[in-house]
């Protein structure tokens, strides 16, 4: 098993900044291997940014590219989100989620961080 879990959320107005860290432990997984989700009221989860298996590049949902930032720290075998300029459409509950294989498909997962942004 891998367990995940998520800080730095909070409320902050439009146009702030929030940095959300994700550590991982228990059965080992490669943090390239780890992404960010998002989940707001009445919608579907939607993935916001992620790492190529290679590790060496990163994508991110259309949205929040330029304004998000995905980094790791192999030896902490954490993830981070570095979230500039937040508009109030980025409120969600944020999720770090892992694989095993970074081939496959996220099967672990945080319990969410909420993030809110005002107007």
């Known amino acids: 098993q891998v367990q995940l879990v998520e800080s730095g959320g909070g409320l902050v107005q439009a146009g702030g900044s929030l940095r959300l860290s994700c550590a991982a432990s228990g059965r080992t997984v490669s943090s390239r291997a780890m992404g960010w989700f998002r989940q707001a009221p009445g919608k579907e989860r939607e993935f916001v940014a992620g790492?190529?298996?290679?590790?060496?590049?990163?994508n991110y949902k259309d949205s929040v590219r330029g304004r998000f930032t995905i980094s790791r720290d192999d030896a902490k075998n954490t993830v981070y989100l570095q979230m500039n300029s937040l508009k109030p459409e980025d409120t969600a509950v944020y999720y770090c989620?892992?694989?095993?294989?970074?081939?496959?498909?996220?099967?672990?997962w945080g319990q969410g961080t909420q993030v809110t942004v005002s107007s």
């Open positions: 790492f190529s298996p290679s590790g060496g590049t990163t």
């Open positions: 989620a892992a694989r095993v294989s970074i081939f496959g498909t996220y099967e672990y």
